[in-house]
């Protein structure tokens, strides 16, 4: 029997059934920038780290109404905000980072987001010095898959010269799909799978998640997704305890297929002074792979956020244990590690 679930229509969009990613569009006024944008300024000349600086430091003026709306319909609405107007051109960079975590402060509370403990992330190509960079600090493509924390946002400071396309989906609308089409593949997507940690685990802990994490839950009559296509796959092929069947492939399949199909999702590429901000529970999003031009990489600015309160899901929903039993979201730190792993195919 299937769960009884909630969802939003709100949740169920389509890109075919909107007019792109502008349907999602709220704009800064820039009048309304100015308080968080003096506060920026003489935080960053008083030498303050974006990370050690608060709400009562960073005052959001009359921006606070806008970004209220921005939050609800993260977490209540579509799931998905494209926040255009960043003051780019005006701010330096570290500037414009104390603007950025300014707003983060009011969607939710920043978590870390790699063994490096950063809580206000770059996602840059470092494959130049570190070829086994994790996925945020590559050039590859990333296909369709989720955040492990509430919200996720993202501001572009610089493109690439090619490629680095942002595509997005509402999960919400793939279980739709899946449900009319193949209902008896949702059974293996509730189950879940076995993820690998990336040797992000925490010590003491193993290399794979002793759980299963499922691709959809339902907690307090929500439904959620939590899907990484590499972390499942790494997992099977390192772990000779673990086989995917047939039928778990083909719901996996299923999945990857519908998530990428072109009437369903919005592709647009982050432009410099846009940011996205989307619910990582009803959302998906993907990226082509890039090149960055030779004078400036493709550079934008990350922020994993907890909701307060958070959505209610399944423990199972988890990566790390941590977070399992109860605790902080996101990768645990670990000082002296670097968010970079090898697989044994890398190592052939």
């Known amino acids: 029997m299937e769960p009884v679930v909630a969802i939003p229509g709100a949740g169920l969009w389509r890109g075919s059934q909107v007019a792109g990613i502008a349907d999602f569009a709220v704009d800064l006024d820039r009048a309304a920038c100015a308080t968080l944008e003096e506060a920026a300024v003489r935080l960053v000349a008083a030498g303050i780290d974006p990370v050690d600086a608060g709400p009562d430091e960073l005052p959001l003026g009359d921006l606070g109404s806008t970004i209220e709306v921005v939050r609800h319909e993260a977490l209540h609405g579509t799931g998905m905000v494209l926040l255009r107007g960043f003051p780019v051109g005006r701010l330096s960079g570290d500037e414009i980072a104390m603007f950025f975590w300014g707003i983060g402060l009011r969607?939710?509370?920043?978590?870390?987001?790699?063994?490096?403990?950063?809580?206000?992330?770059?996602?840059?190509?470092?494959?130049?010095?570190?070829p086994h960079a994790r996925a945020y600090r590559n050039r590859t493509e990333l296909t369709p898959h989720c955040d492990p924390t509430d919200l996720l946002a993202f501001l572009c400071l610089a493109t690439a010269t090619e490629g680095g396309e942002s595509r997005f989906v509402s999960s919400l609308t793939v279980h739709e799909e899946i449900r009319a089409t193949r209902p008896d593949l949702l059974a293996h997507l509730y189950r879940g799978f076995h993820y690998h940690r990336f040797g992000e685990q925490e010590a003491g802990t193993g290399p794979v998640t002793p759980w299963r994490v499922p691709v959809y839950s339902v907690c307090d009559g929500l439904l959620s997704c939590r899907y990484?296509?590499?972390?499942?796959e790494v997992a099977a092929d390192e772990d000779p305890d673990i086989e995917i069947t047939d039928f778990e492939r083909e719901a996996l399949e299923l999945f990857e297929a519908t998530a990428q199909r072109p009437d369903l999702r919005i592709a647009f590429t982050l432009q410099p002074g846009e940011a996205i901000i989307a619910n990582n529970y009803t959302v998906l999003h993907a990226r082509t792979a890039f090149t960055s031009h030779p004078d400036r990489k493709r550079e934008l600015l990350r922020?994993?956020?907890?909701?307060?309160?958070?959505?209610?899901?399944?423990?199972?929903?988890?990566i790390y244990d941590r977070a399992y039993h109860g605790g902080e979201a996101g990768v645990p730190e670990q000082p002296g590690l670097m968010p970079s792993f090898a697989t044994k195919f890398d190592l052939d």
Do not use: F
Request: aromatic share 4%.
């Open 107 to 130: 969607l939710g509370r920043a978590v870390s987001q790699s063994v490096m403990g950063d809580r206000l992330g770059h996602v840059i190509d470092v494959t130049d010095v570190d």
């Open 228 to 232: 990484v296509k590499e972390y499942v």
């Open 303 to 318: 922020l994993w956020m907890a909701a307060d309160p958070t959505r209610p899901v399944v423990r199972e929903v988890a």
